[in-house]
């Protein structure tokens, strides 16, 4: 049952941040902009992924389905952040 549990969270948090953070991405690219976000929620965001990557691998039995789970969301995250840097500086060089 634990481990059907784990698998369940696991594939479910896999589900909407491969579906999700990629699509604003996209979205972030095109427009070049990240208006709208806000860089201290976003840098939250790629905080919580990463610390549970690391949680996961630093438990005496190492955890693959908080690892694998969260990892994409962390990549994704910090994706996001840099857009968010790039474009705003952008968007100040332009004024």
Same mark, same amino acid.
């Given at each position: 049952?634990?481990?059907?549990? #784990? ?12 579906? #999700? ?5 996209? /979205?972030?690219?095109?427009? /070049? ?25 630093? /438990? ?7 690892? #694998? ?27």
């Amino acid at each position: 049952m634990t481990d059907f549990v #784990g698998f369940s969270a696991f594939l479910i948090t896999v589900i909407y941040t491969c579906l #999700g953070l990629p699509v604003q991405i996209r /979205k972030n690219y095109r427009s /070049k902009s990240t208006a709208g976000l806000s860089p201290f929620m976003i840098l939250l965001m790629a905080c919580a992924f990463s610390t549970w990557v690391i949680y996961g691998l630093i /438990k005496s039995d190492q955890d693959w389905y908080i690892v #694998g789970s969260n990892f994409p969301g962390a990549v994704f995250s910090f994706t996001i952040l840099s857009q968010t840097w790039r474009y705003r500086s952008r968007a100040k060089r332009q004024d």
